[in-house]
């Protein structure tokens, strides 16, 4: 890598808007770090970075669901290699009833959407304190903004994701170190299939973004600092109308974005 280059490590980097995010990165003069468990699509992308954009990527495969992950993560990188820019993109959900859900597959869950972001923050933070700049970037979602019936532990992740970031965003003000939350709503990825809701009314609808979309939104925002990026106007308005509505009512509804069959 590049003594001259900022680098920055995109988990999640194998597809989706961890991947659009690594091409706007290394097209912004980045070296990468890129994360993913699938190494062979790590690998061509990093070839796809290079011929494009002329930048080094280290391929870093790695399971963030496996305890210490994180930490084995950084130490492999080792204590010359200072990130500049943490884009925090690993994460899954599941559908389903809570009760009847595979235990392992939800443990596996929380494991990378918030232990796995919460100890990679940990590690990399005090780094870019030390230095007096740097730029984390959390991918939430609107699941965030309210509970999520028949998704409920993907959505409480998220809901994790948005409180953490925003209360690091404030602890971290005056240091020269930013942390940006993104929340998007359906979003064109993998993500769909891997949480079984290819055909629940919630991704059905037209309105779903392409992740490149999703992706220069979420940079033009953590390059600004933004506490909060929620791509697309659709997405801005629900977001904000979970505010106004009786709790109630807003579960039912959620409940009927994503039902089980019986």
């Known amino acids: 890598m590049a003594a ?11 597809a989706g808007i961890g991947r659009e995010l690594a091409h706007i990165l290394a097209r912004e003069g980045h070296d990468l770090v890129l994360v993913a468990r699938r190494e062979a ?9 290079k011929e494009k954009h002329g930048v080094d990527s280290r391929v870093a495969p790695a399971d963030l669901a496996q305890p210490g992950a994180a930490q084995d993560l950084v130490e492999a990188l080792g204590s010359p290699t200072p990130i500049d820019v943490l884009v925090n993109n ?9 009760a009847e859900r595979d235990r ?11 232990t796995a972001l919460t100890d990679l923050s940990k590690l990399v933070l005090p780094g870019m304190v030390a230095r007096g700049r740097g730029r984390i970037l959390n991918v939430a979602s609107t699941a965030a903004f309210q509970p ?3 998704m409920a532990v993907y959505y409480a992740t998220k809901a994790y994701v948005l409180s953490l970031s925003q209360a690091l965003a404030e602890e971290l003000s005056g240091t020269g170190v930013t942390v940006t939350c993104l929340c998007p709503g359906v979003t064109e990825t993998e993500f769909q299939k891997v949480a079984g809701v290819e055909d629940v009314p919630l991704t059905k609808g037209p309105l779903a973004m392409t992740a490149s979309a999703v992706a220069e939104a979420a940079y033009k925002g953590m390059q600004r600092g933004a506490l909060l990026v929620i791509p697309g106007l659709h997405n801005k308005i629900g977001a904000q109308s979970v ?14 974005l994503h039902p089980v069959e019986k």
């Open 243 to 256: 505010r106004l509505a009786p709790r109630k009512v807003i579960l039912k509804v959620v409940r009927r």
């Open 41 to 49: 699509e790590l690998t061509e992308l990093a070839r796809e970075l």
């Open 90 to 98: 690993a994460g899954f959900g599941g559908h389903g009833a809570f």
């Open 148 to 150: 999520g019936p028949f």
């Open 104 to 114: 392992d597959a939800d443990l596996r869950m929380i494991a990378v959407n918030v």
């Open 4 to 14: 001259t280059r900022p680098v920055a490590l995109v988990t999640g980097a194998s």
